[in-house]
């Protein structure tokens, strides 16, 4: 219903076939069925070759005259890379970090334990300092931050709610402070307010982490390029969508495709070779429907 909203006949015929093709991602209603999920092929409108050098022809889609948008909030407020993997993610926003102008600044985390010994009289001395600022993981910041004034950044944690500062929030940094970070809003409510972002003291909510620990960082992680699944609730209208590895959990593919209109909607393929292709994954649990 969103997508035919406010169109031309013509288009209105366009969005009807592209949401026709989502629902059908969504309900896992076409592909060819193998062992594991099902192989799709996407449309050759939707596609983004490699031209040979992948992160930039993925960054030049979807952040085309991007030194000279640096100013434009709307510019990075409607954009995204979407992804499947962390590792992915810092590989682009790495790349792209470089991309833009002026000079960066490292932020490194103070990581402790929290644990006490079977004594109880002294902190855990096992996990030390330099082995926890090699932990990564999800929701959590890195060890090493490095910001530039510009940059598009994503809050990780709920800090007020009802001025909108929340988990999943995109901000650009507008000053860079050694104790705080001045920001502007370019997502969800209160747009372009002025935000002051502190270090906090925050613990790794990842039940795989056997241990407990504090990293006192500020609680932020660049976002030119996002995971799909940290892209849910994200209202964007240009989407470059990187598959270098396949969707691997129930409705990935699904929530990729569902973000835009086909007009904001571009993918890129790569397979094991390294080579461009028009085929990719759709992981769909048909068994979570029957009792829908």
Known sequence: ??????????????????????????????????????????????????????????????????????????????????????????????????????????????????QRNVNGDAVDDIHTPKFLNTIVASGLPNHKLQLKVGLSVMLLRNLDTKYGL????????????????????????????????????????????????QRRQFPLAISFTMTINKSQGQSLKHVGVYLLTPVFSHGQLYVVVSRVTSKGLKVMIIDEDGEDTNVTSNVVYEEVFCNV
Do not use: H
């Open 1 to 114: 219903m969103k997508l035919l909203n406010g169109a031309s006949d013509v288009e209105v015929d366009a969005r009807r076939i592209f949401s026709e093709w989502v629902i059908s991602i969504g309900d896992g209603r076409i592909g060819e069925d193998n062992e594991v999920d099902k192989t799709i092929v996407v449309p050759s409108d939707l596609l983004i070759k490699s031209a040979g050098d992948p992160l930039a022809s993925i960054v030049q889609s979807t952040y085309p005259i991007l030194l000279e948008s640096m100013n434009d909030i709307t510019y990075f407020q409607n954009r995204a890379i979407l992804t499947t993997k962390n590792s992915i993610v810092e590989k682009i926003n790495e790349y792209m970090l470089d991309m833009v102008p002026g000079e960066d600044k490292e932020y490194l985390s103070y990581d402790s334990p929290v």
């Open 166 to 213: 929340c988990n999943g929030t995109r901000l650009i940094i507008t000053r860079l402070g050694k104790y705080i970070l001045e920001e502007k809003i370019i997502s969800r409510s209160n747009v372009s307010d002025k935000v002051f972002i502190p270090r906090l003291s925050l613990s790794p909510s990842d039940v795989r982490i056997p241990f407990k620990f």
